[in-house]
């Protein structure tokens, strides 16, 4: 993972974090330089990122993630949104998004504004050297 920048951490060479800012799509963007990351440790794949979007027709917000920062399979991946908790889907694909089913739990009514945070732990797909 050298080729990807990483966020300013206190133990940078302990599991780095990875910056994403670079694959958000849609409009969605990081609330700041260090909310946007994962860390890949062992056999685990960390998720934290705070994100905004003011009015995305689109419920995919990453898209082309590295393959080292994809999971073996599709796997859910918690987020809380202003209408409540949920998920999104973590493609091995290498897209994230939020599906029918998961806004269906909230009855639907999310406009895709405001802030969205995505946190948890997946594990990781085929180890990188």
Do not use: K
Request: hydrophobic letters at 40%.
């Amino acid at each position: 993972m050298s080729d990807l920048s990483t966020l300013n951490t206190a133990y940078p060479d302990v599991h780095p974090w990875v910056d994403l800012r670079d694959y958000l799509v849609n409009g969605w963007t990081s609330l700041g330089t260090q909310t946007c990351g994962v860390s890949a440790q062992p056999n685990m794949l960390a998720w934290s990122m705070r994100l905004n979007r003011d009015n995305s027709t689109s419920r995919t917000f990453m898209a082309d993630l590295p393959v080292n920062l994809r999971p073996p399979q599709n796997l859910p991946v918690g987020i809380f949104i202003s209408v409540g908790a949920t998920y999104c889907l973590l493609y091995r694909s290498g897209t994230m998004f939020v599906p029918n089913a998961a806004l269906d739990a909230l009855g639907g009514s999310w406009d895709r504004t405001g802030e969205m945070t995505v946190t948890g732990l997946v594990p990781r797909g085929t180890a990188v050297s």
